[in-house]
C-alpha cells in the first residue's frame, strides 16, 4: 500500500517562512506524480494551492510556492500571516494505478 | 459561478447502502472529470475515486479501500455526479466531497460536504 507522508505539525512566526514536504513511500517524487497542494481550515472545505508540483490557482497568495526538495515535493510559506494557521495537504499522482493519494496533512501554527 | 452541492449523506447500519449525489453548476459539467473525497472525524483527505468525462471514456478509478464496494456514476443530462456506496462499515463513517476538474487540475472547485455516519 502506497503512503505519502508529511510532517505531523509545525510551528513558524509571523513573517516567517516555512517548508512542509511530502513524500512517497515508492520513492523519490518526480513532477511525474503531480503533487498538488491543498489548505484546509476547520469546517471548511479543502482549498487547492498548487498543482503540478509549482502552479499556483488564480487565487493563491505570492508568498505560497511549490517544488521539489531532495526527493520530496516542497511547499514554502514565505512572509507567514496569521490567516496560513491551517492544515496543509499534498495529493500524488500515481499514474500505473491511475490513482491518488494524499498524505497524511501538515497541521502548521502560526505563533 | 461554479457551484457543487452534495446531498443524502445521512445514518446508515453496518452493512448498509447510501447513494450521494452531486449538484454542478456554473460551468460545462459533461467536459469535467469529477472526484470524489472524504474525510473521516478528525482526520486527514483520503481520495475515494474520480470519473472521467464521457469524451474521454466515462470510466470511474477507485481507491482500494472502496473498491468493490462503491461506485461512482455521473448523469449529464442532469448535471449531477453519483457515489452509491454499498457494505458499508464503520471506517466509511466521513464527510463526502465532490471535487470538479475544470480544466486545470481534477480538484479545481470544491462542495462543502455531505457527512455519512455508519453506526448501529
Known amino acids: 500500500q502506497t503512503v505519502v507522508t508529511q510532517e505531523p505539525s509545525l510551528t513558524v512566526s509571523p513573517g516567517g517562512t516555512v517548508t512542509l514536504t511530502c513524500a512517497s513511500s515508492?520513492?523519490?517524487?518526480?513532477?511525474?506524480?503531480?503533487p498538488n497542494w491543498f489548505q484546509q481550515k476547520p469546517g471548511q472545505a479543502p482549498r487547492p494551492l498548487i498543482y503540478s508540483t509549482s502552479n499556483k490557482h488564480s487565487w493563491t497568495p505570492a508568498r505560497f510556492s511549490g517544488s521539489l526538495l531532495g526527493g520530496k515535493a516542497a511547499l514554502t510559506l514565505s512572509r507567514v500571516q496569521p490567516e496560513d494557521e491551517a492544515e496543509y495537504y499534498c495529493l500524488l499522482h500515481y499514474s500505473g494505478s491511475q490513482l491518488w493519494v494524499f498524505g497524511g496533512g501538515t497541521k502548521l501554527t502560526v505563533l | 459561478e461554479v457551484q457543487l452541492v452534495e446531498s443524502g449523506g445521512g445514518l446508515v447500519k453496518p452493512g448498509g447502502s447510501l447513494r450521494l449525489s452531486c449538484a454542478a453548476s456554473?460551468?460545462?459539467?459533461?467536459?469535467?472529470?469529477m472526484t470524489w473525497v472524504r474525510q473521516a472525524p478528525g482526520k486527514g483527505l483520503e481520495w475515494v475515486g474520480r470519473i472521467k468525462r464521457k469524451a474521454d471514456g466515462g470510466t470511474p478509478d477507485y481507491a482500494a479501500p472502496v473498491k468493490n464496494r462503491f461506485i461512482i456514476s455521473r448523469d449529464d443530462s442532469k448535471n449531477t455526479v453519483y457515489l452509491q456506496m454499498n457494505s458499508l462499515n464503520i471506517e466509511d463513517t466521513a464527510v463526502y466531497y465532490c471535487?470538479?476538474?475544470?480544466?486545470?487540475?481534477?480538484?479545481?472547485?470544491w462542495g462543502q460536504g455531505t457527512l455519512v455516519t455508519v453506526s448501529s
Open positions: 515508492t520513492g523519490a517524487v518526480t513532477s511525474g506524480y503531480h
Open positions: 471535487s470538479a476538474g475544470l480544466g486545470v487540475t481534477d480538484f479545481d472547485s
Open positions: 456554473g460551468f460545462a459539467f459533461n467536459n469535467a472529470w
